[in-house]
């Protein structure tokens, strides 16, 4: 459900900026495009998050769930949402600040770039809610499907098959 409320919105807006002309259209997917950009950082931190312990490679939250050791749960949990928002401050900064020179790197068109300087607010202003969103997305994967994580991050080869296989025959696949 969630990835159809999302392609239609992203569907809807590309539908409205190419009915304003191909300037709008092309500021809107230079702002699209850095907007994604960035929310594959958050996902990236959101990932890293719930499966790496740099010397066990084990499921930071899955193990701890397993475990029932619900404290360091939440300390993960808490510390990943922190440097979420920390991650989205500071991707809000720099793109307010280097989108407004960067956007020459998209394009050489005088309309199209006051079109970029119009969106650039947006795309800075939603950067910390959409870190936050990511991951906490992560997070709830990581606390939710603690089996599957712990299973797929652990250290034996023979495990990620078995859990990638049981993945594969069951009814909720991953997209």
Request: with cysteine.
């Amino acid at each position: 459900m969630r990835v159809i409320a999302v392609t239609f919105c992203v569907t809807l807006a590309a539908s409205l900026a190419a009915r304003q002309g191909p300037t709008p259209m092309a500021a809107f997917q230079v702002c699209l495009q850095v907007w994604l950009a960035t929310s594959l950082l958050a996902d990236g931190l959101a990932v890293a998050g719930q499966v790496i312990i740099p010397s066990h490679f084990q499921a930071i939250l899955a193990s701890a769930f397993a475990k029932k050791d619900y404290d360091k749960a939440s300390a993960t949990a808490s510390r990943v949402l922190q440097l979420g928002l920390v991650l989205g401050l500071m991707l809000a900064v720099i793109l307010g600040v280097g989108l407004q020179y960067g956007a020459r790197l998209f394009t050489k068109d005088v309309d199209v770039l006051h079109l970029i300087s119009i969106g650039i607010p947006f795309v800075a202003a939603t950067q910390p809610i959409n870190a936050l969103a990511f991951v906490f997305d992560g997070v709830n994967f990581g606390a939710s499907d603690f089996a599957y994580s712990t299973l797929v991050s652990s250290d034996s080869p023979m495990l990620k098959r078995t859990a990638v296989l049981d993945a594969e025959d069951s009814p909720m696949q991953l997209c």
